[in-house]
Every structure is written in structure tokens, then in C-alpha cells.
């Protein structure tokens, strides 16, 4: 089931004619419930991956990021964040959606559904990274960069992050 307000593509609808999506998102249902932290975690980089290349084919960044939560008893919560500059890099988008499946606290619940949305898109070149003292001058995303061409040429599973190798993906 998508999203409240988004078809099923897991991207909201545009507000007119010709406008670019405002979230992109994506989900998955557990085939067995799973109370396993390290399965959730893996399966919301599998999704924060997904999400990012889709945000960097359509050439746009994102500010929030938000979790959403499904409960073997179908109990459905969301959290989310908002980071001070958008972005399009997985490892980002991951390491908030981490952080808000943590600080969920939980101890063994069955999750049945973990979806990773970004929202508050913008055009990616309206986007000017402001880099930190000692920062390297290329990092994250201009590897993902290379890694969408990588996958554009070889197909989906030629490059990707190595807790996903030997998963479905």
C-alpha cells in the first residue's frame, strides 16, 4: 500500500501541470514478520539506496527523511527528520533512518513493513554544499555518481553496498 497521498510508484503526485514530485519513497513487506534490528537496518539501506538513485536520476535533493514503521499487529508509526542541507546520498539518507529506527527504543517487536521516504525535494542544482573544515573534497556523492553510470552501463547489481551482496535485491 503507498503512502498516504502517493501512487503507487512511491513518488507524490505533482500539484500541476509539468511539477516535480515533492517525496520519493519506498517500502517493503517483510515475508515473515521479523523482530531482527540488523535485518530492518539492511533492508533500510536496500531502501535509502533505492530512494537516492531515483532523487539523483530525476536530479533533485531532499531535506527530511522519514521512517515508516509497520507492527506484526498492523500498528503503523513515522518519524522523521529534518537535515539542515537537502540531499541525494544514500549514506545519508540511511544514517538518519538508522537513527530514527533506534531511537524508537524498540525490544523485539515484530516488524512486519520498513518503508524510507525523502521529502522536501528540490532541484539538485539549487542545492550548494557548504563543506566542513578537513572534509574531503569529493566523497559520497560523487562515488554514488559514478556508481549510477556504473549501473546504468553493467545493469542494477553491477555495483552496490556490500551488506547487500548475496540479499535479494
Same mark, same amino acid.
Given at each position: 500500500?503507498?503512502?498516504?497521498?502517493?501512487?503507487?510508484?512511491?513518488?507524490?503526485?505533482?500539484?500541476?501541470?509539468? $511539477?516535480p514530485d515533492r517525496s520519493?519513497?519506498?517500502? =517493503? *513487506?517483510?515475508?515473515?514478520? %521479523? !523482530?531482527?534490528?540488523?535485518? @530492518?537496518?539492511?533492508?533500510?539501506?536496500?531502501?535509502?539506496?533505492?530512494?537516492?538513485?531515483?532523487?539523483?536520476?530525476?536530479?533533485?535533493?531532499?531535506?527530511?527523511?522519514?521512517?515508516?514503521?509497520?507492527? $506484526?499487529?498492523?500498528?503503523?508509526?513515522?518519524?522523521? =527528520? *529534518?537535515?539542515?542541507?537537502? %540531499? !541525494?546520498?544514500?549514506?545519508? @539518507?540511511?544514517?538518519?533512518?538508522?537513527?530514527?529506527?533506534r531511537a524508537l527504543g524498540?525490544?523485539?517487536?515484530?516488524?512486519?513493513?520498513?518503508?524510507?521516504?525523502?521529502?522536501?525535494?528540490?532541484?539538485?542544482?539549487?542545492?550548494?554544499?557548504?563543506?566542513?573544515?578537513?572534509?574531503?573534497?569529493?566523497?559520497?556523492?560523487?562515488?554514488?555518481?559514478?556508481?549510477?553510470?556504473?549501473?546504468r552501463r553493467f545493469g542494477?547489481?553491477?555495483?552496490?553496498?556490500?551488506?547487500?551482496?548475496?540479499?535479494?535485491?
Amino acid at each position: 500500500m503507498p503512502w498516504p497521498g502517493a501512487s503507487t510508484s512511491g513518488c507524490s503526485p505533482p500539484s500541476g501541470p509539468h $511539477a516535480p514530485d515533492r517525496s520519493m519513497g519506498a517500502d =517493503r *513487506t517483510f515475508d515473515r514478520d %521479523t !523482530d531482527d534490528p540488523d535485518v @530492518v537496518v539492511t533492508e533500510m539501506l536496500r531502501l535509502s539506496a533505492k530512494v537516492a538513485g531515483r532523487m539523483r536520476s530525476a536530479g533533485v535533493a531532499g531535506r527530511t527523511v522519514t521512517i515508516r514503521v509497520r507492527f $506484526a499487529g498492523f500498528t503503523t508509526i513515522t518519524r522523521s =527528520r *529534518t537535515l539542515t542541507e537537502a %540531499t !541525494d546520498v544514500t549514506v545519508e @539518507v540511511h544514517r538518519v533512518a538508522v537513527m530514527l529506527f533506534r531511537a524508537l527504543g524498540l525490544q523485539r517487536a515484530r516488524i512486519r513493513l520498513v518503508g524510507v521516504r525523502v521529502e522536501g525535494l528540490v532541484p539538485r542544482e539549487q542545492v550548494h554544499r557548504q563543506m566542513q573544515l578537513g572534509e574531503r573534497e569529493h566523497g559520497w556523492s560523487d562515488a554514488e555518481r559514478a556508481m549510477d553510470r556504473a549501473t546504468r552501463r553493467f545493469g542494477s547489481s553491477a555495483v552496490r553496498p556490500a551488506r547487500l551482496l548475496g540479499g535479494a535485491g
